[in-house]
């Protein structure tokens, strides 16, 4: 069937292979996620000089660290001298530099080359020039970003003008003070799913009524099938009934005080292309990032934020953390259904979106447009 012949109610998905070819995948960590900018890790994970996290974005291992100065830095994770990789740890601590466990050159936090063995001996070899292959940082809402391109384009037009899209302004993100909360919780999933189905899904509500009871509890209107993000600035209100935003509808936790009386009891979802999904309700913020590591691979990292004193006195957030863990293995659980089926001969030529899913339609011509875009 191509487009030409569907109804108008419906349009068509990508087809089967843009979710499970290698090539397409390459493609994408060139030109997506090594091309924009990419979000790695929460602020707090590097509060100390010295403190690092390794992670790959596109088919890079990117080292990131907080220097003696207090700024974050971004490096590639390949040791200059015949390329092992540096640092081979997800997290850890380092006292003054990174050493490379091949050789031993070695690395301050800014990245130079401090010491080599023998390097005495051989004054004509730059210490700056054989440093660690730096790449651009921003730190935003507690979360350090980073972009690989030689020339990042716009944090403020990419990552803040998505949130704008979808909210209206930015001001209504910032009264979260999301860079002043603390983790309560972290869990990471190991989704066997390519990573636009998992943006697909976040992106749509029609799935909402058959896999998410819990959600649907809370937030009647999703029953419905609109998603949040149908609309600009629109949040999905708590039900009549609902207390807060948690697995059985009961009391949350103390509400983040510079949230506006228009925005309390509702939820509000946020897509930050290429990776980053956040989640704003009065009492706290959830914020997913997607590792996407293969085709049929993607691990999500997904943080629940609350005000600082709710998770220093230890306030039980476990209700709270509930509702939404069990919305992310529903989500998640659908993915996975869906990703065989993506290589089979009933898809080759895609699926269809009826019309409460139209908007993903936009998605499919964003990652198509990015895709023929000439690397640069
Ligand atoms: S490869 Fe790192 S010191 Fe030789
Ligand atoms: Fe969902």
């Given at each position: ?140 809402l ?25 909210l209206?302004?930015?001001e209504s993100i910032e009264r979260y003070g999301v860079g002043e909360l ?73 509400r983040i005080p510079g949230v506006a009386?228009?925005q309390?009891?509702?939820?509000y ?9 956040v989640n704003l309700v009065p009492d706290h913020v959830?914020f ?17 934020l609350?005000l ?69």
């Amino acid at each position: 069937m191509t487009s030409t012949s569907l109804p108008p109610s419906l349009i068509p998905t990508l087809p089967g292979e843009y979710y499970t070819d290698p090539e397409v995948f390459a493609l994408e960590q060139e030109r997506i996620f090594e091309a924009m900018w990419f979000c790695v890790a929460r602020a707090s994970e590097l509060a100390r000089p010295g403190q690092f996290r390794t992670c790959q974005v596109g088919g890079e291992s990117v080292l990131v660290a907080r220097s003696r100065d207090g700024g974050v830095r971004a490096f590639l994770n390949i040791c200059r001298h015949r390329g092992a990789r540096l640092c081979t740890q997800e997290s850890g601590e380092v006292r003054r530099a990174f050493q490379c466990p091949y050789h031993a050159w070695t690395y301050g936090l800014d990245g130079k080359l401090v010491a080599a063995p023998n390097l005495t001996s051989m004054p004509d070899v730059d210490r700056g020039e054989y440093g660690l292959v730096g790449v651009h940082v921003r730190e935003w809402l507690g979360y350090v970003w980073v972009c690989l391109a030689e020339e990042a384009p716009s944090f403020e037009d990419e990552v803040m003008g998505a949130v704008v899209e979808r909210l209206g302004d930015v001001e209504s993100i910032e009264r979260y003070g999301v860079g002043e909360l603390r983790v309560g919780r972290r869990i990471t999933y190991d989704v066997k799913a390519n990573w636009k189905l998992i943006v697909e899904n976040f992106m749509e509500c029609y799935h909402c009524a058959t896999i998410h009871p819990e959600l649907t509890e809370v937030l009647p209107e999703f029953a419905d099938g609109y998603a949040a993000q149908y609309y600009v600035g629109h949040g999905a209100q708590f039900g009549e009934r609902v207390r807060g935003f948690t697995v059985d509808g009961s009391e949350g936790v103390d509400r983040i005080p510079g949230v506006a009386e228009e925005q309390d009891r509702r939820y509000y979802a946020i897509t930050i292309r290429p990776q980053v999904f956040v989640n704003l309700v009065p009492d706290h913020v959830i914020f997913h990032r997607m590792y996407p590591m293969a085709a049929d691979r993607t691990v999500v990292e997904c943080d629940w934020l609350y005000l600082p004193h709710v998770v220093e006195g230890g306030t039980d957030v476990e209700r709270s953390v509930e509702l939404f863990h069990r919305v992310n293995q529903q989500d998640f659980e659908a993915c996975e259904r869906t990703q065989p089926a993506m290589s089979s001969r009933a898809y080759a030529r895609g699926g269809v979106l009826v019309p409460s899913e139209h908007h993903i339609g936009a998605f499919h011509d964003w990652v198509g447009e990015r895709l023929r875009r000439p690397a640069g």
